[in-house]
C-alpha cells in the first residue's frame, strides 16, 4: 500500500499529455445522421404533452446534447434531467447550473436512477412548469403527459421506471440495457404516478445529425452512447487514460494494482491483459519452425478498462471539465 501512494504521488507531479491526437478520426463514420425518423415521430406526438423531460449525461452536461431537440420541440415546458450523477464529479454542480441557465436552461435536476437518488424532484418540477406554462387549459382532464427524449443510453427508460418504482410501486415498464440503441421506437403511453394522474411517453435517443468536434464526438463514445467497436476499443481507451491522467484521476492503478500511473496506453493495456489473464496464443515463425507465444489481448483489456469506468470503479469523473473552464465546444 505504501509503494502505491508513493506511486501515485509522483504520479500527480507527472507531465501528462495536454492534447489528444484528433487527426484523421472520421467522427461522421462513428454517428451516422440516421435517426431523423424517430424525430419527426417526437414532432409528430406533441399535440399529446404537455411537456419535454430532456434525459442527459451528468458526465457531459454542457456538450453532445441534441441542438434539433430545442428548435424542433422547444415550443413546450423543459426539464433537463442530468442522470447517472453517481458516476459524474460534481464538485463544480453550481457552475454546470449557472452555464445551463446562461443557455435558457433554468429547470435542471441530477438524477441517479439506480439509486432513485432526486427522482421524486421530477414530477413536481413538470407539474408546475406545467400549471404556470400560457398554454396550460386542463378543461375536464386532469391528467399530464410528459415526452422522454435525449441522445442514446442516457438512461430514459431507467428514469420511467424510477419513477415509477417511486410513485406507483410498480415494476418496470420499459427495457433498459447497458447499449444504446435498446429503445427503437416512440411507445404508447406509460403511467408514472396517480397524483397527479401523469404519463410519459418513452422514445428511441436521437444524436444530433453532425458531432461538433471529434473530442466531443470520444466524450459521447466514452458514456457509451454508441457502440465501443465504432469508435475502437483501443482508441476509446486511449482517450479515457488521457482524461484520466489529466484530472489527475489515478485509480486506475490501484484498481488494476498497477506498478505506476502511465500515460501509455499499449503498456497499461498490457499490464492489464497479463493481470486479469486476458492473453491469446499467437504462432511466431522462427528459424527452427512455428512457435506458440503467448501475448496480451489488447482488445479485451480495452473492454476491462472502459467497462470498469463506466460502473465508476475507477471513481466519478467530469469529462466536460475543460467546457467548464471556458474551452470551446468544437475542435480548432
Known sequence: MRLASRALCGAAGAAWRDS???GGRDVARWFPGHMAKGLRKMQSSLKLVDCIIEVHDARIPLSGRNPL???TLGLKPHVLVLNKMDLADLKEQQKIIQHLEGKGLKNVVFTNCVRDENIKQVIPMVRGLVESSYRYHRGESLEYCAMV???PNVGKSSLINALRRQHLRRGKATRVGGEPGITRAVMSRIQVCERPLMFLLDTPG??????ASVEMGLKLALCGTVLDHLVGEETLADYLLYTL???QLFGYVQHYGLDGACDDIASVLKQVAVR??????????T???DVNVLQPNYAAAARDFLRTFRSGLLGPVMLDRDVLRGAPLADP
Open 20 to 22: 489528444f491526437p484528433l
Open 245 to 247: 491522467n489529466r484530472h
Open 149 to 151: 427524449i435525449g441522445i
Open 276 to 285: 486479469l489473464g486476458k492473453t491469446q496464443k499467437v504462432k511466431v515463425l
Open 206 to 211: 436521437v444524436l444530433a445529425p453532425r458531432i
Open 287 to 289: 528459424g527452427t519452425g
Open 69 to 71: 431537440f430545442q428548435e
